[in-house]
């Protein structure tokens, strides 16, 4: 629903495997994406530029990193998987 109120659908690919992921240092910090679509049969690969890239990978589990002053911190520390 989340995905649907933002109208995000158009910029998600199900079923397809992010084979490589990198930040190029001579290109204004772009990213070269190489991505298999899933439901292909073959080993075919595609690369991609983008100025962004978004790490989603669904719900697991709620990892929180610790780092120096987080005691300090007076707000709420929340992981994404617990929004809503």
């Not at 290109?27 to 962004?52: I, P, Q, Y």
């Amino acid at each position: 629903m989340y995905a649907d109120h933002f109208q995000l659908q158009q910029h998600i690919r199900f079923g397809t495997e992010v084979v490589s992921l990198e930040q190029l240092s001579d290109d204004g910090g772009r990213w070269s994406v190489t991505t298999k679509n899933m439901k292909d049969s073959t080993d075919a690969t595609t690369l991609e530029l983008f100025d962004a890239v978004m790490v989603c990978v669904g719900i697991g589990n709620a990892v929180i990193p610790t780092y120096d002053g987080q005691n300090e911190f007076k707000g709420q520390l929340m992981h994404s998987i617990h929004y809503k």
